[in-house]
């Protein structure tokens, strides 16, 4: 029996737990419950434990194969001390992380304890039907502008705007092409802010760019989309086809080949429609249903 406790650096163990039981639908898993394979409690009576970003609970004495850290952020906002890291190495058996190297000194690795690996992230609560496309291709940003993603994602809108492609814009950062100074006051495709999961649900197209580009880390803009069953247009996690082979489109991140690439999709949509089996992607995505096979 497998009782696992969650500690984060970003919350309590009671919201993780509600958190990923939505996640992971365990009302529909048989083997989930008080007394059964798998539960996820916010006592004291866990047998693993899995730690969110950078917490260092005092653990219960338990084997330190049975504890699992997972990193939510991509190494540069995660912000690992060397505090941590000796943490990690005493208590932790694994430590899925976005990339090895260490953010302080970019020529040092992590220890063996951090490995590159999809850290199981929260996304949207998973859908139970099939959403109609009938609109082309969205993209979302915010208004920040320092991370190397948040300047590609707006070189690629202002690229966007300019050559009229028809791409709708969501988020706050479509903001800043309003008004006299872009002239963009009227334009249809300036979205600006949404609700839910309005800028993948009835797209074709989603284009999904990180704020950084690692080895393994993606974030919920990449899944959500999935999880709507778009097809992504992705820059970011450079391992991202060992995860989903035949699902992603893959920009490069020079704004000359990446305007040749979506001008050809808008011209050539079926061509690029990838069929997504969107229950294997819940399946992928699920923490919880990796227990079916062991503890990871």
């Not at 653990?59 to 001390?81: C, D, H, M, Q, S």
């Not at 291709?137 to 028809?166: C, D, T, W």
């Not at 950062?173 to 949404?194: E, I, M, T």
């Not at 704004?255 to 999709?265: A, F, G, P, W």
Request: with cysteine; proline share 5%; net charge positive.
């Amino acid at each position: 029996m497998i009782i696992i406790k969650f500690f984060s650096s970003f919350c309590d163990s009671k919201t993780c737990k509600a958190k990923y039981e939505l996640l992971s639908e365990t009302h529909k898993m048989a083997n989930y419950g008080t007394g059964k394979e798998l539960y996820i409690t916010t006592g004291d009576d866990y047998t693993h434990a899995i730690i969110l970003n950078i917490a260092m609970p005092v653990l219960k004495n338990i084997p330190k194969e049975n504890v699992l850290g997972l990193a939510f952020e991509p190494p540069a906002y995660l912000r690992l001390t060397y505090e941590f890291i000796v943490y990690a190495q005493k208590y932790i058996g694994k430590y899925y992380i976005g990339d090895r190297r260490y953010w302080r000194e970019q020529n040092k690795t992590l220890p063996d304890v951090f490995i590159e690996h999809y850290a199981y992230m929260w996304h949207i609560t998973p859908l139970n039907y099939i959403p109609v496309k009938n609109k082309l291709m969205s993209i979302m940003v915010s208004e920040k502008q320092f991370a190397p993603g948040h300047k590609y994602r707006h070189a690629l809108i202002q690229n966007i705007l300019h050559a009229g492609f028809p791409i709708d814009i969501y988020g706050r950062g479509a903001q800043l092409y309003y008004g006299p100074v872009s002239n963009r006051n009227n334009d249809r495709r300036l979205k600006g802010k949404f609700t839910d999961i309005e800028p993948y649900e009835n797209y074709t197209f989603h284009i999904c760019i990180e704020n950084f580009q690692t080895n393994a880390y993606f974030s919920e803009k990449i899944t959500n989309t999935l999880l709507c069953g778009a097809t992504p247009i992705y820059w970011g996690c450079r391992k991202i086809l060992d995860y989903f082979p035949a699902n992603v489109i893959m920009l490069s991140g020079d704004i000359v080949k990446d305007m040749t690439l979506l001008r050809d999709i808008i011209l050539n949509p079926v061509k690029y429609t990838a069929c997504i089996d969107v229950a294997n992607i819940k399946e992928k995505l699920n923490l919880l249903s990796t227990f079916h096979k062991g503890w990871l």
